[in-house]
C-alpha cells in the first residue's frame, strides 16, 4: 500500500507540475481545429444539427413513425458517437503529431492524447446547448432526473480517454490502425442505435446491447426523453455496470500499455 500510494503521490505530483502545458495544448486544439474555419466554434453547434436533419428527412418517415421526438433520439446519439469519435481519431494520431517536441524536451507524453480527448470533449459539451434547444422547442417532458445525464456523460470521458491511451500507442508501432479504426468506427456507429430503434431490428437487438457505447447513449436517452431513473429501470442499471466496468477495465489497460511502451516511441516515430 505504501508503495502504491508513493507512485501515486508522484504521478499526481508530475501532472501538476505539467497542468499548464496541457491547457495550453487543450487551447492550441481547439485553435487549430477551427483555424481555417469562418463559423468557427458556431460549427460545433451546426454541424450535428445538420446531421440530424438529414437523418431525420432520411430515416424519418421509415423509422421515426410519427414520433415527434425522433430528432432529439437521433441528435443524442450522433452528439455522443462523434465525441467518441473525434477524441479517439485525434487521440489516436496524437504521438506522432507531436514528434518534433517530443524528441526536442521531456514532457508526459500521456498529456497528447489526454489533451486530445480533453478538448474534443470541452467542444462535445458545448455542442449540448443546441440538443437542449431542440428539446425546449419539441417539447421533451424533463424531470428531475435529467441530472443523472452526468453519468453517462462522465462513462463516455473514461472510455475516450481508454481509447485515447490504447490506440495512440498502438498506432505508434502499427500506423496501418488509423485505416483500420475508420472501418471500426463505422461498424460501433451502425451498432450503436444511432437513427433506429432497437426494437425494430429484432433478435439482433441482444448483440447491439452489448455495445458500451451503446449503453451510454440508451442511458442518456433514458433519463432525458423516457421521465425515469437509470437506477430504477433493470435494463438500464445493467447497461450502467456493464458500461463503467468495460470502461475502467479499458482505462487500466490503457494506462499500462502507454506505461509500458511510452520510453520505445522515440524509436519509432
Keep these: 500500500m505504501d508503495w502504491f500510494g508513493g507512485n501515486m503521490n508522484k504521478y499526481w505530483e508530475g501532472f501538476m507540475r505539467y497542468r499548464y502545458l496541457l491547457i495550453e495544448l487543450v487551447r492550441k486544439g481547439i485553435k ?32 421515426g413513425r410519427g414520433d415527434a421526438l425522433y430528432p432529439v433520439y ?22 506522432r503529431s507531436n514528434q518534433a517536441m517530443i524528441k ?3 514532457v508526459p507524453k500521456y ?4 489533451s486530445s480527448v480533453l478538448y474534443n470533449y470541452i467542444l462535445f459539451l458545448l455542442s449540448l446547448i443546441i440538443l437542449a434547444i431542440t428539446s425546449v422547442v419539441l417539447r421533451v417532458p424533463f424531470t428531475w432526473h435529467i441530472i443523472e445525464a452526468v453519468i453517462p456523460l462522465t462513462i463516455l470521458f473514461i472510455m475516450s480517454i481508454a481509447a485515447g491511451l490504447i490506440l ?24 450503436s442505435a444511432i437513427f433506429y430503434y432497437l426494437k425494430s431490428i429484432g433478435p439482433a437487438a441482444k448483440v447491439i446491447e452489448w455495445n ?4 451510454i447513449i440508451a442511458n442518456f436517452r433514458h433519463v432525458l426523453m423516457e421521465e425515469g431513473s437509470i437506477f430504477t429501470n433493470g435494463d438500464n ?28 516511441f522515440i524509436l519509432h516515430i
Excluded at 35 to 51: A, C, F, H, I, Q
Excluded at 238 to 263: C, E
Design 32 to 63: 487549430l481545429k477551427y483555424r481555417r474555419s469562418y463559423l468557427g466554434l458556431v460549427w460545433t453547434l451546426l454541424e450535428p444539427l445538420l446531421t440530424t436533419l438529414v437523418l431525420w428527412f432520411v430515416f424519418g418517415s421509415l423509422l
Design 168 to 191: 495512440s500507442t498502438v498506432c505508434v508501432f502499427f500506423r496501418d490502425l488509423e485505416y483500420l479504426w475508420d472501418v471500426l468506427l463505422m461498424l460501433i456507429m451502425y451498432c
Design 237 to 264: 442499471l445493467f447497461m450502467f455496470v456493464y458500461s463503467l466496468v468495460f470502461s475502467l477495465v479499458a482505462l487500466g489497460f490503457g494506462v499500462w500499455i502507454f506505461k509500458k511502451n511510452q520510453d520505445k
Design 104 to 106: 526536442k524536451v521531456y
Design 212 to 215: 458500451p457505447l451503446y449503453c
Design 111 to 114: 498529456l497528447y492524447p489526454l
Design 74 to 95: 437521433i441528435l443524442s446519439g450522433r452528439l455522443i458517437y462523434s465525441c467518441f469519435s473525434s477524441s479517439s481519431k485525434i487521440a489516436m494520431r496524437s504521438i
